[in-house]
């Protein structure tokens, strides 16, 4: 695929029954998880630094997924480490930062450089998480730079595991056009 491109010697690895659109990018050291789903005209660029998403993981439309390299100003640098079923809504951005599991990355936002996202976490459409910011468990957070809004409620901490299932059923469809 011309979409997946190895860089110095490290090709892409991606787990059974994962999907990646033909206009989207993938690059270098990435490793994705089983039945994640890479969308239309996506970046996903380990070039310089490792990516690790875990499985169930939907990368929407226009997402950019990038790291920050070592340096004399950042000695270890920040790899993207996304845990298991993680939605990344359209356009986002996540550079260099730590998804936990069951999260939900709303349309439009921007996590930089060395935040923590903690599992069971919602980040609202727009919101930008500043670099070495930990967002907690447990909450949603909104804004520019993001702010703690209120605890989830029980159904909204169900909808992180229906939005994971809903998105494979989908890229289900693209892998088997006939069924």
């Not at 029980?154 to 006939?178: G, I, R, S």
Request: glycine share 12%; charged share 20%.
């Amino acid at each position: 695929m011309a979409n997946v491109r190895t860089h110095k010697g490290i090709t892409p690895q991606f787990g059974e029954r994962t999907w990646v659109d033909d206009s989207a990018v993938v690059i270098g050291d990435v490793q994705m998880g089983e039945d994640c789903s890479v969308w239309p005209m996506t970046v996903i660029r380990g070039d310089m630094h490792k990516i690790r998403i875990g499985d169930r993981c939907s990368i929407q439309d226009g997402s950019v997924l990038h790291i920050t390299h070592a340096s004399d100003y950042n000695p270890g640098g920040w790899p993207l480490i996304l845990g298991d079923d993680v939605t990344v809504g359209h356009k986002a951005l996540l550079h260099g930062c730590t998804i936990g599991s069951r999260v939900l990355v709303g349309m439009g936002c921007t996590v930089m450089d060395g935040a923590v996202v903690e599992d069971e976490v919602i980040i609202g459409a727009g919101t930008l998480v500043p670099p070495g910011k930990r967002l907690e468990s447990g909450y949603l957070y909104v804004g520019s730079p993001c702010k703690q809004a209120r605890a989830l409620s029980d159904k909204e901490k169900t909808f992180f595991k229906y939005t994971a299932a809903n998105y494979v059923k989908l890229k289900d469809e693209y892998l088997n056009p006939a069924e």
